[in-house]
């Protein structure tokens, strides 16, 4: 009982980068189709511009969290209007765009690293609490995360399922002919979708930072995680990748809490192919 | 010269991982992100054999193709029907797994402090090396020979329209996921086998050699070379890892603080020239794709027939304005 | 020669409880050249799609009988529908695009049998009978680059009908083969369609909306219409019939 206990909590208080990271590339492969691996650099970036305003600059760590999250939705926007927007008005198909959002993936972390080394990094975090509640701890940082975090996965949720933004959201991602014809701009809204997960993304790279450390591989090795989880909830299904991205939290607090933590992710992915085994085309 | 061998050889490794690439992805269409799964497991399995249970090379190569056939096969029939999006995570998914195992499971690999030192099959004095290179030079072209003759078969017609439109395929009788898994299979095997023969050339493994660069790497010479041409596999991997690993890092005289910054601006530009290929030019530097024989002639013939015509109109009016300056 | 058979019991789709087709019994082959015929969506296509085993049908059986044998076709995947001779054209336009018509036809000619691992290493592939038979049909039917790739719609078109005429059907499906088809070349197409027929070398169901065609070459046809088949006959008793009348041709 007690397992199941510190696996819930500890999974939940883990997954929250997870489950923005997750609902942030959801909100663009619901959009545009297509998996973007560039995605995981916004995550990197993120904490790296959270390290300028903090660390260089000297800000606090809640300020700084304001210009950096704002930076991670230009670039977003950026690799959007210069990179996929081009691409996809060329004709490039689906699979391309994917090993064409590695390559830019490629491109965006070597190039941070040219800049900032390969060396860890670390977040100057607020002055720490630590307080046990239920018979399990957790620090005023996590804690503040996590409640941020609910307060911005909220306000997500809201913005996609009962407003008028996301129904437009929603019609573009159904039918851009329709959606068109009806009066909407594709491009306006594009621009703010991948805004807004250049934001979502780049606070869950500024907390994983916090959390740990910064450096340039932690956009890669959240962004596999989120690809899972935004595959296994079914495409676009921004409820779907909260759901799935807590799971995958909660199963790897557990797995990790009963054997090492690399076994945790090798039991994910082994899950996860499963999944896919079982979504194969239904042969007639 | 022992390390332009050593850069050589790993030269050969890359070309024949691209050349499966190719059959994969360019003449089927099946994405594999997870090339470096694949040949890790080989290079691992040779490994583990040689040094932990003490088998000759020849036995631990055994073995570890049976490994990475039953592998290969066994995803192949989970990821197969799924679309290729699917399959490009689940290929990925897959080389993440072999490369967490070979973390974790230190009893087999010894982990992070890694595993050495395995022998070459045959050893000849100092001249073990170049003969290795020799050897992998004859398969490798063996595989390239293979490759080019696939493309003039009626096999590869089968795989390029199964790429086009694989329902279309099926309705003409052909057995479509039998195909794809039996090229997948070979493929990934064949794969393996390169990894395993791999594993003499690193002497010493260890789990930073199978990381996604590698996997990033073939890809990128696949997408310049050209994808569907027979050729378009050598000539990437030539200009990709041929340049930069071998000519610029080899010849060119840097600086020991610049050396630092070469590998990581080196997978600055692959990216960036990915994302150009892609873009600018999609199907790579040898855009054309499978051109039977008759298709071929007749194409040279256009041209010749066009140029031939280019020059009688240039030449005519040439004359006209001789005639008319004389007017 | 090809006395085949297609006999369909309870056949019955669904999707998500929407009932789309619901036939009880129905069977094509006794007449040599026969017609399918309804208004849209009377389930003309997801019947076709469901002989052939491109969709799976919700319960039904459907039995494919040769001189050789009885084949009950639920246990068959396409190819294996394909390779007993029973080939759908396709009512959207369907293309190998990098593949010349040259290249599509020798796929379609060519049988699986000979397209393995091992033919790679063997020598010249050609197939003179193949290659004759391919020229055969660039002569009878014009493309305007015989030796290149099937360029508008019309092209793929008219390729689509070539690569299931080349593979030898036993029984073959048309699914509105003069949709996209300019006139000229519907005539030939169905000249030559009834060439072989009258040779028994193969049977026909023909899906069309062109009633004129239907009438003036089927012998023998069958009315679908909301999913259910409510009238079979000769073209002169289906003219007459009052239902078809009511419920198509709107008189």
Known sequence: MGLIRDAIFIGVLQASPLVLAAIGFTLIYYLNGFINFAYGETITFGAYFALLFNVSLGLGFYLSLIPATLLCGLLSVATYLYIFRPAIRKGVGPSELIILSVGLSFMLRYGLVLFTGAENAFLNEPPIDYYRMIGVGATNVQLLALVLMAVIVFNLYWLIYRTGFGEVVRALANNEELARVSGIDPHKVSVRVWFIAGCVGGLAGMFTGVFALVNPLMGWNLILITVMVSIVAGVGSVRGALIASVAAGILTAAITLVTKPLYAEVILLSVFILVLWSRRRRVA | MAYLIFSLSLLLVYVGLAILLHVQFGLVGIPNFGVVGFWGLGMYAVGVFQVQF???????????????????????????????????????????????????????????????????????????????????????????????????????????????????????????????????????????????????????????????????????????????????????????????????????????????????????????????????????????????????????????????????????SARDRAKAWRL | MAAVKLSVRNLSKSYTLHPVLDVKELSFGDHGLEGLIGPNGAGKSTLLGLLTRRIAPTTGEIDFETEERTYSLGECLAHDVARLGLIKTNQRIQNFDSLTIRDSLRLAAVSPARETLRSIFRGDQTDAAVEAEIDSYLAEFPFSDPDGYANSGGEKKLLDILRCLIARPRMLLMDEPTAGLPDDLTQKVMSHVTKKVDAGEMTVVIVEHDLELIWSYCAYVHFLSEGELLFHGPPDKVKENRTVAEKYMGL
């Open chain 2, 54 to 316: 003490d088998l000759s090379f020849v036995d631990a190569m055994v073995l570890s193709i049976l490994l990475s056939g039953l592998l290969s096969y066994v995803l192949g029939r989970l990821l197969l029907r799924c679309d290729q999006q699917a399959i490009l995570c689940g290929t990925l998914a897959f080389s993440v797994i072999v490369a967490l195992l070979v973390i974790s499971e230190k009893w087999l690999t010894e982990g992070v402090v890694g595993l050495g030192t395995i022998r070459y099959p045959v050893r000849v004095g100092d001249l073990t090396e170049p003969f290795y290179f020799l050897f992998l030079l004859l398969l490798i072209g063996l595989l390239q020979y293979s490759v080019l003759k696939l493309h003039v078969s009626h096999y590869a017609r089968v795989l390029i329209a199964i790429r086009d439109n694989e329902e279309l395929a099926a309705s003409l009788g052909k057995d479509t996921f039998r195909i794809k898994l039996v090229v997948f299979t070979l493929t990934c095997t064949l794969m393996g086998v390169i990894g395993g023969l791999s594993a003499p050339l690193n002497q010493f493994l260890t789990p930073n050699m199978i990381v996604p660069g590698i996997t990033f790497a073939v890809w990128i010479s696949l997408a310049l070379g050209g994808k569907e041409h027979a050729l378009g596999a050598t000539i990437g991997v030539f200009a990709t890892f041929g340049l930069f690993d071998i000519l610029i890092e080899t010849y060119l005289p840097v600086t020991p603080e610049l050396a630092v910054v070469v590998p990581n601006l080196k997978l600055f530009v692959y990216g960036a020239v990915l994302v150009g290929v892609l873009m600018y030019r999609p199907r790579g530097l040898l855009p054309q794709q499978f051109l039977p024989p008759d298709r071929l002639v007749r194409q040279i013939d256009e041209r010749a027939m066009k140029a031939r015509s280019a020059v009688a109109s240039a030449a005519r």
